[in-house]
């Protein structure tokens, strides 16, 4: 075949050509221009990253006709043998299928020779590790003290599997994987080189999925632009390769930051349906709200993240408002349930299912907070007629009630002056007992009903109370019974529902307004255990912070 693949037709000739790997050809270079060349090297790393070209560069180095040189002419018969893989003193063998002792025992054998036209006898072996102990075994004395015109390379991508007596008799140089910009940016050269007419963002994407690997970069350039003509649109390379757009991810992250499932599942549908792998989908999004954990923890390095500059500001847009403990609960939920996605035969029902946790997480509140609010609730066990303000909670590192030593325990006011007129909380005085027309009754059962499915705790608070009136400016709610001071804090820090109940139900803008009234004669029979318990302030402070219910009561 007279088509070479751009990895063949473009692979590096020089070490000045290789991309991104010059803590390996910097120090390979000084190396050979002073005369300090080992006689044994291993190159280890990930695929693709250029091991077996920079050994073959090296080869090229030594036996060039100018050398030992770290700049080899690539004319003379001795590099050209060695580009084309026929040269006679450099030899390729790959060590999963050369394994056995015999035949390291045959290279023993072979290497007592001189070299036929070259200076050094140079052996590349790749994928070293596949090497039998007995083969290790076999090469030890060799490898240690060879003759003086032999030289070794290894290349592994498994380092770990090499034995320790092989590793202490090599030098060691260890490959990176290659960032998204410069894979980007080697492609582009060969797309101008090669007439190629195509966009930043394909060139992003191909160098995202390729995962620091050239070759595989080079692979994916190769398949995209065999299959146009002229532009290449970047849609149509996305479906070729099969690839996820980020787009997708961030539509999807967005949908369960926002909670609208409906969102969605449309696009789990739409990806089901175009023939994607629900499972690889998952472990995207699951990288994804990893690499939204770290933008906003600020770590914005693309090397990091394995994303472009313009993903990354995205991300950042994407988080601005929400919270690093929300994030980890999701990054929680997603490692929870990555095993039965992969392990599942209905993948796209386990992916739903899993999506379906995700958006129903609520944000926690962080631990510092929790514990803060759990010792306000202590201190005030004693005195069951306070009332604790929402302004106390959000201050409760600034608070200290630390009695003294033999006193009993007093409780700091529930909050100053100008706060409680702010929260219009008003006492009326013992009053005969005054029912609701019957229109009202309607219209408080509906808001009920409302604020039930909006928030229960809302609802069991305002069990001991009713709609006193109602006018287009202004909605009177009454409320009564035992510490009904709690009952009417927690429902004004929720007049946000309530407001939100008389709009959309009967379209009235209204200011809520609460009324307690202290007498014990309204409403007082048929009260279960489970709504008497709300009465106590520890039981109904701790219900609100941790958004709960009472399932049981135990009257021991």
């Known amino acids: 075949m007279s088509y070479l693949v751009f990895a063949r037709k473009y692979r590096p000739q020089n070490f000045e050509q290789v991309v991104k790997q010059e803590h390996v050809t910097k120090v390979l270079s000084n190396a050979i221009a002073s005369n300090r060349v080992p006689h044994a090297v291993i190159f280890s790393g990930p695929r693709g990253t250029g ?52 035949q390291v025992r045959e290279l023993r054998e072979n290497i007592r020779y001189l070299p036929v036209i070259s200076k050094y006898k140079i052996y590349i072996i790749d994928e070293v590790h596949m090497l039998s102990n007995s083969a290790f075994n076999a090469l030890l004395k060799t490898l240690e003290e060879p003759p003086s015109h032999v030289m070794f390379i290894f290349a592994t991508t498994e380092p770990h599997k090499i034995p320790l007596t092989i590793l202490s008799r090599c ?27 195509i966009n930043k963002n394909t060139l992003d994407m191909i160098s995202k999925e390729s995962d620091g690997c050239m070759r595989d970069a080079l692979s994916l350039l190769d398949q995209i632009v ?29 949908g369960i930051l926002k909670g609208d499932f409906s969102e969605i599942i449309q696009i789990i549908d739409k990806l089901y349906h175009g023939g994607h792998d629900l499972k690889k989908i998952f472990i995207d999004l699951m990288e994804y709200f990893r690499n939204l954990l770290f933008v906003k923890k600020g770590i914005k390095s693309e090397q990091i993240l394995n994303s472009s500059e313009n993903e990354i500001n995205l991300m950042g847009a994407q988080v601005e408002n929400i919270s690093e403990i929300h994030l980890n609960q999701i990054l929680d939920i997603m490692f929870k349930e990555e095993y039965a996605i992969k392990s599942s035969e209905h993948p796209k029902t386990s992916l739903e299912i899993a999506l379906m946790k995700l958006v129903q997480i609520k944000p926690a509140l962080s631990v510092d907070i929790l514990i803060n609010r759990i010792d306000l609730l202590r201190k005030n066990i004693g005195n069951p007629g306070n009332i604790i303000s929402p302004e106390v909670f959000s201050e409760a590192k600034t608070i200290k009630s630390e009695p003294e030593s033999g006193s009993i325990l007093k409780s700091e006011p529930a909050m100053p002056p100008e706060k409680q007129e702010k929260i219009n909380i008003q006492k009326s005085k013992p009053s005969l007992v005054q029912f609701p027309d019957e229109d009202l009754n309607n219209k408080w059962e509906k808001i009920m009903a409302y604020v039930g499915k909006k928030r229960m705790t ?73 709504n008497k318990a709300y009465d106590y302030p520890l039981v109904s402070e701790a219900v609100e912070i941790f958004q709960g219910t009472i399932v049981k009561v135990n009257p021991n």
């Open 458 to 530: 809302l609802k069991v608070n305002l069990n001991k109370s009713k709609l006193l009136s109602l006018t287009d400016k202004e909605a009177s709610i009454e409320m009564w019974g035992n510490k009904m001071e709690v009952h009417m804090v927690q429902a004004d820090r929720s007049k946000d529902i309530l407001k939100e109940a008389f709009l959309e139900l009967f379209n009235k803008n209204v200011q809520i307004k609460i009324i307690g009234n202290v007498s014990d004669e309204k409403k007082k029979g048929g009260v279960s255990s489970i």
């Open 51 to 102: 091991k077996t070209t920079i050994a073959r560069i090296f080869a090229k180095a030594m036996n060039c006709v100018n050398g030992p040189t770290s700049v080899p002419c690539n004319v003379c018969s001795s590099c050209t043998e060695i580009t084309h893989g026929n040269a006679s003193d450099v030899f390729e063998i790959d060590g999963a299928s050369n394994n056995s002792v015999e």
């Open 226 to 254: 065999s299959c146009f003509e002229g532009i290449i649109d970047h849609d149509k390379a996305l479906d070729i390769l099969g690839v996820l757009d980020s787009k997708v991810l961030f539509d999807l992250s967005n």
């Open 171 to 197: 030098q060691k140089y260890d490959f990176r994987r290659i960032n998204i910009k410069n894979i980007s940016e080697h492609l582009a050269n060969i797309c101008n080189q090669e007439n190629v007419q």
